[in-house]
């Protein structure tokens, strides 16, 4: 049988600041906002400040000819989000949110700075893709979170 050889991509990883944050707060802040988790996945999170995220939202954003419908819909973006910024930033304070949309159910992004929670849409098809907003906005209802 043939070995096969991999070679690692290069990336370039924009310089961000990087900030830890406990289980139990972020949890408190999660259920503050009136927000519900799935689960908590870890009992750190490592998450970055707005300007950090300004950088790293932009290579989040995944291309809207990716969609199949029930197979690589909605939360399909969102969790791919989620697992491209845990293993390219190695910040796990980036989650999947599952809510409402105008157009029906959805699911997006939630990440996390050190005073806030922010929303993040990663389909470059919807019009507020790219652009991090405030729970609620652009009609974006959200109920559970998984992080």
Sequence with gaps: MSKFSFQT??????????YKIDRVSLLIRIRD??????EMLDNWYYCTDDDGWIEIIPHLC???????????DCEWFGLKAMVNCHSDYGLNGFGLVIGNHPLGRHGWNILVTPDDLWMFEPNDGFPESGQIFSIGGFGYDPERVLI
Excluded: C, D, M, Q
């Excluded at 991509?9 to 990087?18: A, G, L, N």
């Excluded at 906002?33 to 799935?38: E, I």
């Design 9 to 18: 991509p290069v990336k370039h990883i924009p310089s961000f600041k990087e």
């Design 62 to 72: 995944l291309n809207s000819s990716l969609y199949k419908p029930e197979r690589r």
């Design 33 to 38: 906002a009136g927000l519900y988790p799935f």
